[in-house]
C-alpha cells in the first residue's frame, strides 16, 4: 500500500548494491577475558595477560552477562585515533557465542531480508538505509527501507537484543524513552497507510518467547502493548559462531502477549542495591540499635501498587522516617533498584513459598486458592528474600521482616552484586525464568 496524507522523505541517502551483503563481517578476532567496565562504552580485559581497554559499542545495561572472567571476543580497532586499541564484538554465555557490536545490526538484518531467512518477510528486499520520514512536523529515521514486487514499501526498525533467560528474551535492558517514541510514530505511519515494523534481532538462539521489558520500561512494554497489533514486526533468534560470519535465523520466537495483562503492573516486589562504605550503629526506629559493617546491601521489599515510586522514594535521602530502610538509606550509597513486577504468579509457587504456606492454610484446595490472592505478595516477597540470603554473605537480623516470619530482608556482601552472577541469576530467575511456567500453559 502506498502512504496517504502529507509525507515527506529524506532522499539524499545513496542505494547500494544489495546483491553485495558481504558475511565475513571482521578479520582478525581475539579471546580475552572481561575485567571491568570504568563506564558505558569501554571495558577492561585480560588478553594474554596484559590489560587492555576496549570500546563497548552497546551501551545497554547488560548486567546479565558482564561478569568478571567470562570470555569476551575483540578486534584492533579500526580507527587509528581511537581512545581504545581494540573495539568488543561479542561475549560468551553458557558457552554458546553473543554478538555485542550494535554497529552491524542493520547488515545483519539486511543480510537476513536479502537471503530470505526470515519467515513471513519472503517477499521483501532492501532498498535503503538510514530512511527519515516526516509526518506532521515530526521526523524519524528509520534503520530500513524495504520494497517488494509490486512497489509497496516497508519502514522497519532494527533493535539488537541481548537481555535474555534460560528460553526467554526481552527488550530493553534499560529504560529507552526514544524507542517508545518509535514505536508511536510506527503506528502513526501504519494508520496513514504505510507499512511499518520492527524486527529483533535476539542474540540467543536457545530463546523461544519475546516479551518487552516490562521490568526494566513499563511505559516502553504498555507502549509495545498498544501498537504491537498494528505493526508488522518479529523477534527472531540467531545463532552465532567464533568466526562472526553472518548468522542464520534458527527460529522466530513465540509472542505470549497474555503474560503482559496479567503481570505487566506496577506493582510486585524489589530488590534495593546499596553500599556502605563504613562500620555503622545506627537507631532503627523501635528496632532500637543496629550494627552495619562496610560492604554492599540488598534489601527485598513489596508494593501492591506504585512500585516504580515506591522505589524512587527509598533512593532519596531526604523524606519522613517510615519503613527500616528510610533510617539506614541517609548513611549509603544507592547502586540500583531492581523492580520485579508480577502478580504473583508463578513467583509465588516456588519451593519456600510453598512452606511457608503449609502453617497458613489448610489442605483444602478450595481454601487455597481463595487465599491466594492475599498471600501472593507475601509469599513472592519471602521467597525472594530467602533466594538473595541464599547467595548473601551476612544479613542484618529483624531489619525489614516486622510483618512476615523471615528472620531478616536485608542482606549484605562484600562485593557489588550487580556484578556478581548468583546474585543476578536470582533476578533473572524471578524476572523470566518462572515466566516459562505461563508461557507453556
Excluded at 527472531?236 to 497474555?258: G, I, K, L, N, R
Excluded at 517510615?322 to 519451593?351: K, N, V
Excluded at 492454610?361 to 540470603?389: G, H, N, Q, W
Excluded at 562485593?415 to 530467575?429: A, D, K, L, S, Y
Aim: aromatic residues 10%.
Amino acid at each position: 500500500m502506498k502512504p496517504k496524507g502529507n509525507i515527506s522523505y529524506n532522499r539524499h541517502i545513496e542505494c547500494f548494491d544489495v546483491g553485495e551483503t558481504m558475511k565475513v563481517l571482521y578479520d582478525t578476532i581475539l579471546k580475552a577475558t572481561y575485567i571491568g567496565r570504568p563506564n558505558r562504552f569501554v571495558v577492561t580485559l585480560d588478553l594474554n595477560g596484559e590489560s587492555v581497554l576496549a570500546h563497548l559499542p552497546n551501551p545497554g545495561r547488560m548486567w546479565e552477562l558482564l561478569f568478571t572472567g567470562v570470555t569476551m571476543y575483540i578486534v584492533p580497532h579500526d580507527k587509528p585515533d581511537a581512545k581504545t586499541k581494540y573495539r568488543v564484538i561479542g561475549i560468551e554465555r553458557d558457552g554458546v557465542v553473543i554478538m555485542l557490536d550494535t554497529n552491524y545490526s542493520n547488515d545483519v538484518a539486511q543480510h537476513l531480508i536479502e537471503n530470505k531467512l526470515i519467515p513471513g518477510w519472503e517477499e521483501w528486499r532492501v532498498v535503503r538505509r538510514e530512511y527519515t520520514v516526516k509526518l506532521h512536523g515530526t521526523s524519524s529515521r528509520f534503520d530500513l527501507l524495504l520494497t517488494n514486487d509490486k512497489g509497496d514499501e516497508f519502514l522497519l526498525e532494527v533493535k539488537s537484543c541481548t537481555l535474555f533467560s534460560k528460553t526467554g528474551a526481552m527488550f530493553p535492558d534499560a529504560i529507552t524513552e526514544r524507542g517508545r517514541k518509535h514505536l508511536l510514530h510506527l503506528k502513526e505511519l501504519q494508520n496513514e497507510g504505510y507499512h511499518t515494523g520492527v524486527l529483533f534481532l535476539v542474540q540467543w538462539d536457545q530463546a523461544q518467547w519475546f516479551l518487552p521489558d516490562y521490568h526494566t520500561d513499563l511505559e516502553f512494554a504498555r507502549t509495545f502493548k498498544e501498537v504491537a497489533p498494528s505493526l508488522d514486526w518479529k523477534a527472531v533468534a540467531v545463532a552465532w559462531d567464533e568466526t562472526f560470519t553472518m548468522p542464520t535465523v534458527t527460529h522466530e520466537c513465540s509472542y505470549p502477549s497474555s503474560i503482559l495483562d496479567t503481570e505487566a503492573h506496577d506493582s510486585g516486589v524489589y530488590v534495593m542495591v546499596m553500599h556502605l562504605d563504613h562500620d555503622l550503629d545506627l537507631e532503627i526506629g523501635s528496632k532500637g540499635m543496629m550494627h552495619f559493617k562496610p560492604g554492599y546491601y540488598m534489601y527485598v521489599g513489596s508494593a501492591k501498587a506504585n512500585l516504580t515510586k515506591r522505589i524512587e522514594r527509598h533512593k532519596r535521602k531526604r523524606k519522613k522516617m517510615h519503613w527500616h530502610l528510610d533510617y539506614f538509606r541517609g548513611y549509603c550509597e544507592m547502586i540500583a533498584g531492581l523492580p520485579i513486577r508480577t502478580s504473583g504468579r508463578p513467583q509465588a509457587m516456588t519451593t519456600s513459598a510453598q512452606e511457608r504456606r503449609k502453617g497458613k492454610l489448610s489442605d483444602d484446595s478450595a481454601a487455597r486458592e481463595s487465599a491466594d490472592v492475599d498471600l501472593t505478595k507475601i509469599d513472592v516477597e519471602c521467597a525472594l528474600a530467602d533466594a538473595v540470603r541464599a547467595i548473601a554473605e551476612w544479613n542484618v537480623p529483624n531489619f525489614g521482616c516486622s510483618d512476615c516470619d523471615c528472620n531478616s530482608h536485608l542482606f549484605g556482601m562484600s562485593g557489588n552484586p550487580i556484578h556478581n552472577q548468583f546474585f543476578m541469576n536470582v533476578i533473572e530467575n524471578y524476572r523470566m525464568n518462572m515466566l516459562d511456567e505461563l508461557v507453556n500453559r
